[in-house]
């Protein structure tokens, strides 16, 4: 246990499992007291190897009381989402919450941030503008509630996990569908298959690998990450085909929810989903603060 009472703003690297029941407790309270679903997962906070700070936390009368947390992934580029309690609001302790953040960002080198808030959390939106963070774009935040499963297909593709040696495949994947060289989608990729709780798959026709995704267990849920199938591949069902083999996997294993995440514009996308029984929770949108 780590007794030690507390005041002010704290920068941790490393979590003791009280102080992540802390964090749980708070995060509840905001989402209930908002009425959101904010982008935070405590299983990140074990995962915290202690090397640099990636959470800014602040302490008021003994209690946890304010909480930002920046994403590990991302270099140049870091997201991060943060909440303060709702009897500890307009007392300046989120702007020395993303103060202190930001001098650890521009000492780490990395150019921008970029703030998660939901569309519907009135507080954070008066946040955002107040600081001049520029949007950028929106994801729904999508369950499966009723799965629907469809077939028999004619091309048949099969979903198989990948590990390292599937890494050149996984990579040329996701550069070619997100817009990202090689290089860093194969380093992006490396860094989640250090996390025990993320399981990469590739989708193959016969020996052709044409789509991946990944899955991240949280606390909570299962994440359906990284979806892609290549280009001259869309269009035959094989994406439906990995989508619904993930969900039959997991649901086989784990009574969890399962979640994912699209960009609002992505109407295809958003169609195939909710042909396979996901349904919209809520909107996140991203909004960028330059800090160079």
Known sequence: MTNDLKE???HKTIWAEDEIAQAG??????NAFDGLHLKLDMGMLRMRKGKVANDFVFYADGKLVGWLALDEYGAEVVEFTGMVHPDYRRRGIFSALLAAAKEEAQGRGTMRLVVVCERFSHSGQAFVAAIGAAYDFSEH?????DFKERGPYQERIALQKAGAGDVEALALIAASSFGQSVEGAR?????NMENLYVQYYLGKLGEEAVGCLNRYESDKEYGIYAFAVLLEYRGRGFGRQMLEQVIKET???SRKDIGLEVETENT?????YRSCGFVEITTYGYYTIDLY
């Open 8 to 10: 002010g703003l704290v």
């Open 268 to 272: 295809n996308a958003i169609g195939l």
């Open 141 to 145: 935040k999508m369950l499966l509630r």
């Open 25 to 30: 407790q708070l995060l509840e309270l905001c």
């Open 187 to 191: 380093r992006n990729i490396l860094k």
């Open 251 to 253: 649901r086989a294993v």
